[in-house]
């Protein structure tokens, strides 16, 4: 019986190896035909500017801010990232 639960698991593993070269493939093609792009970008809310300001200056919170722009936590920072990255670059742009 030990046997068998090992060859059988032995199995399964190399079926579960190919399925992920398989689909990894599969991704690499569908990129270069230009079919998997990824997720959508997420755009700044309209009010992203002044929530920001508010938020940087300590006059609300970041949960505050995250409820006001009605985003997810993992957004609010990711999109933090971004806005800083571009201020940085160019202090000017709007």
Do not use: C, D, V
Request: without cysteine; proline residues 4%.
């Amino acid at each position: 019986g030990k046997l068998m639960l090992t060859m059988i698991a032995a199995i399964n593993e190399f079926e579960r190896t190919n399925l992920l070269e398989r689909q990894r493939e599969g991704i690499l093609i569908a990129k270069e035909l230009g079919k998997y792009k990824g997720r959508k970008p997420i755009p700044f809310p309209e009010n992203w500017k002044e929530i920001y300001n508010s938020w940087k200056t300590r006059e609300i919170t970041g949960t505050r801010a995250m409820e006001i722009l009605n985003l997810k936590k993992t957004t609010f920072y990711k999109l933090l990232r971004e806005w800083e990255e571009i201020q940085s670059t160019n202090p000017y742009k709007e």
